[in-house]
């Protein structure tokens, strides 16, 4: 049984865990077992006994990019946090996967190193981040990744450097293959001025604060653009800002964004995303892609 191993491990675990405060649009879901492992070696005798006893899992980051279209997770979700080291070798930085990445672009243009400044608004992790070649500005984190520390599904640690993993926009090899885990990612930075990469910290905080609507919970845009245009602008073409379906909204500010405006569900904001992308096709013909992972 799951439960005697996590107790006879003295293994950090929450059972029948609500997941509202695990993901940014505070979806009100929850699940059988939400797991925390203290280090590399926990998290791969959890995975193993997981394995062994054929029941589901998912590896969450900060929750800021997921759409728990479920109201119960029948298995177990497994937290990272506790790994979040951070050990820093002249301009190389390696980063565990629990790390928050808003933390790490600060805490790197603290000492002055250049390269993670665009990733200062993404709250995200380090592990997700790498998954999703999370990104702003026209950088992401492929254009600074040196090598990514991955769990195999075989249990195995490997190294795979960045040519490896065929990044490409908000995609990679871990994101397509979600049996490889991110332990730790290491990055190449070059030295910078703090007092610039701060300012140009603070512009772009002042531009999202005015362009996207933080003050609802929500996790970043919906829809990749198509190529040379922009899923805001179309929807907003399309008269959907302000459309709401049982709490999730199209925003007001920017339509590109779904916010949650009261008590909405997974499946509110799937019913949403469907609604908005038959318009998009009637209107434009075109069938636009998800940027959100739906969790089923
Ligand atoms: C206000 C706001 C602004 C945003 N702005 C941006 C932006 O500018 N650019 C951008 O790219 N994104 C943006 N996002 C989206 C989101 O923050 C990023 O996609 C981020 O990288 C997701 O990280 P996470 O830890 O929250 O991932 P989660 O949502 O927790 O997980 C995402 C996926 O990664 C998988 N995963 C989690 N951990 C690991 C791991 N260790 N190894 C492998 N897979 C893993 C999960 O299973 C899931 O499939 C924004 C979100 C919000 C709410």
Same mark, same amino acid.
């Given at each position: 049984m799951i439960k005697s191993f996590f107790d006879n491990g003295k293994i950090k675990y929450i059972e029948n865990a609500s997941l509202k405060k695990y993901n940014s649009y505070r979806i009100d879901s929850s699940c059988k077992y939400l797991v925390f492992p203290k280090n590399k070696e926990e998290l791969i005798n959890i995975l193993r006994e997981l394995k062994k006893e054929k029941i589901k899992y998912l590896v969450?980051?900060?929750?800021?990019?997921?759409?728990?279209?479920?109201?119960?997770y029948d298995g177990v979700i497994i937290k990272l946090d506790d790994l979040n080291k951070v050990t820093y070798n002249g301009n190389n930085v390696t980063a565990e996967a629990g790390c928050s990445?808003?933390?790490?672009?600060?805490?790197?243009?603290?000492?002055?190193?250049?390269?993670?400044?665009?990733?200062?608004?993404?709250?995200?992790?380090?592990?997700?981040?790498?998954?999703m070649n999370a990104g702003a500005?026209?950088?992401?984190?492929?254009?600074?990744?040196? #090598?990514?520390?991955?769990?195999?599904?075989?249990? +195995?640690?490997?190294?795979? $450097?960045?040519?490896? /993993? =065929?990044?490409?926009?908000?995609?990679?090899?871990?994101?397509q293959n979600n049996k490889l885990i991110v332990l730790s990612t290491?990055?190449?930075?070059?030295?910078?001025?703090?007092? #610039?990469?701060?300012?140009?910290?603070?512009?772009? +905080?002042?531009?999202?604060? $005015?362009?996207?609507? /933080? =003050?609802?919970?929500?996790a970043g845009s919906v829809f990749r653009n198509p190529k040379n245009?922009?899923?805001?602008?179309?929807?907003?073409?399309?008269?959907l800002k302000g459309y709401n379906i049982n709490g999730a909204e199209v925003s007001e500010k920017h339509a590109n964004f779904i916010i949650n405006k009261g008590n909405a569900t997974g499946k509110d904001i799937l019913s949403l995303i469907e609604k908005i992308q038959t318009?998009?096709?009637?209107?434009y013909g075109i069938e636009l892609k998800l940027?959100?992972?739906i969790v089923k």
């Amino acid at each position: 049984m799951i439960k005697s191993f996590f107790d006879n491990g003295k293994i950090k675990y929450i059972e029948n865990a609500s997941l509202k405060k695990y993901n940014s649009y505070r979806i009100d879901s929850s699940c059988k077992y939400l797991v925390f492992p203290k280090n590399k070696e926990e998290l791969i005798n959890i995975l193993r006994e997981l394995k062994k006893e054929k029941i589901k899992y998912l590896v969450l980051g900060n929750g800021s990019n997921i759409i728990l279209s479920m109201d119960f997770y029948d298995g177990v979700i497994i937290k990272l946090d506790d790994l979040n080291k951070v050990t820093y070798n002249g301009n190389n930085v390696t980063a565990e996967a629990g790390c928050s990445l808003i933390k790490l672009s600060l805490e790197t243009v603290e000492k002055s190193l250049e390269g993670l400044e665009f990733a200062s608004g993404i709250p995200g992790n380090v592990g997700a981040s790498t998954a999703m070649n999370a990104g702003a500005y026209n950088s992401d984190m492929s254009k600074v990744i040196k #090598e990514v520390e991955i769990l195999d599904d075989n249990l +195995k640690i490997t190294k795979l $450097t960045k040519e490896d /993993l =065929n990044f490409s926009y908000r995609d990679s090899l871990i994101k397509q293959n979600n049996k490889l885990i991110v332990l730790s990612t290491t990055f190449v930075l070059k030295e910078g001025n703090k007092e #610039e990469l701060m300012s140009k910290i603070e512009e772009r +905080k002042h531009k999202r604060m $005015t362009t996207q609507p /933080l =003050n609802y919970p929500n996790a970043g845009s919906v829809f990749r653009n198509p190529k040379n245009m922009y899923a805001g602008e179309m929807i907003e073409k399309c008269n959907l800002k302000g459309y709401n379906i049982n709490g999730a909204e199209v925003s007001e500010k920017h339509a590109n964004f779904i916010i949650n405006k009261g008590n909405a569900t997974g499946k509110d904001i799937l019913s949403l995303i469907e609604k908005i992308q038959t318009e998009i096709k009637n209107k434009y013909g075109i069938e636009l892609k998800l940027e959100q992972i739906i969790v089923k």
